[in-house]
C-alpha cells in the first residue's frame, strides 16, 4: 500500500508566475485535500475534492484552484504568485472526508516565491 | 482569529517522563479532535483523537483529555522517549460543506526527550 506522494519537493518561482503542484493519493482513497503550512504555522485548509469535485473550501482566493482526476490524484494550481504564497504545501488523502482517524498526509512540496 | 491554540511553542522532558500538550478551542462545533505529530521534512501523521462526546481516549503510551467546559485538550505521553521529539499538532475536525471536513490546525509545540 503506497502513501501519499508530491511533487516536486522544492520549487522556486519569482513573483506573479503561475505553479502546478501534483499529488498521488494513498491507494483506495477518493479524497484529497490540500494545505498550506506557512513557516512557524500550523497546516491551514484550502479545499478538498471529491469525485473530481471541489465541495469545500477555507479561506484562499480564487488564484488558488485544483483538479481532481479520475484516478483521484489531483493538481493545485497557484495563479499569480505572490511572495506571502512560499510556504510548504501538504496534500492529504482520505476515505470520503477526513474521518475520524485523519488524513494521510504527503511530505509536502516546498514553495519559494521570489 | 485562531480557532485552535496551541500556546507553548516548545517542550524538554526527560526521557523516562510524562510529556503534557495543551490546546485549547473557541469553536463548540468541532466534532472531533487530533494530535499529529510532524517530522522534519516529512507529512503530519496522525496520532489519536479523540471525539466530542468523550472525555478520555488512550492508544498504549498515548493518552488525550478533552474538557468541554473549558475547551481544552491534552496530550499525555507516557513514559517519554527520545524518538518522541517532534513537532505536534493539535487539530480539530468541522463539517465545511456538503460531506465536506476540514481540520483546522493550531501552530504546533515541539517536544524534545532528552536522553
Known amino acids: 500500500e503506497t502513501g501519499v506522494t508530491q511533487s516536486p519537493t522544492h520549487l522556486i518561482k519569482t513573483r506573479g508566475q503561475q505553479v502546478t503542484l501534483r499529488c498521488s493519493s494513498q491507494s483506495g482513497h477518493n479524497t484529497v485535500s490540500w494545505y498550506q503550512q506557512a513557516l512557524g504555522q500550523g497546516p491551514q485548509f484550502i479545499f478538498q475534492?471529491?469525485?473530481?469535485?471541489?465541495?469545500g473550501r477555507g479561506n484562499f482566493p480564487p488564484r488558488f484552484s485544483g483538479l481532481q482526476f479520475p484516478n483521484y490524484s489531483s493538481e493545485l494550481n497557484v495563479n499569480a504568485l505572490e511572495l506571502d504564497d512560499s510556504a510548504l504545501y501538504l496534500c492529504?488523502?482520505?476515505?470520503?472526508?477526513?474521518?475520524?482517524?485523519?488524513?494521510?498526509f504527503g511530505s509536502g512540496t516546498r514553495l519559494t516565491v521570489v | 482569529d485562531q480557532q485552535v491554540k496551541q500556546n507553548s511553542p516548545s517542550l524538554s522532558v526527560q526521557e523516562g517522563r510524562i510529556s503534557i500538550l495543551n490546546c485549547d478551542y473557541t469553536n463548540s462545533m468541532f466534532d472531533y479532535f487530533l494530535w499529529y505529530k510532524k517530522y522534519p521534512a516529512e507529512g503530519p501523521t496522525f496520532l489519536i483523537s479523540?471525539?466530542?462526546?468523550?472525555d478520555k481516549n488512550e492508544d498504549g503510551r498515548f493518552t488525550v483529555f478533552l474538557n468541554k467546559s473549558a475547551k481544552h485538550l491534552s496530550l499525555h505521553i507516557v513514559p517519554s522517549q527520545p524518538g518522541d521529539s517532534a513537532v505536534y499538532f493539535c487539530a480539530a475536525k468541522l463539517r465545511s460543506g456538503a460531506g465536506s471536513y476540514q481540520l483546522t490546525f493550531g501552530k504546533g509545540t515541539k517536544l524534545s526527550v532528552i536522553p
Open positions: 475534492y471529491y469525485r473530481e469535485e471541489e465541495n
Open positions: 479523540i471525539s466530542s462526546i468523550k
Open positions: 492529504a488523502s482520505s476515505l470520503g472526508g477526513v474521518g475520524n482517524y485523519g488524513y494521510t
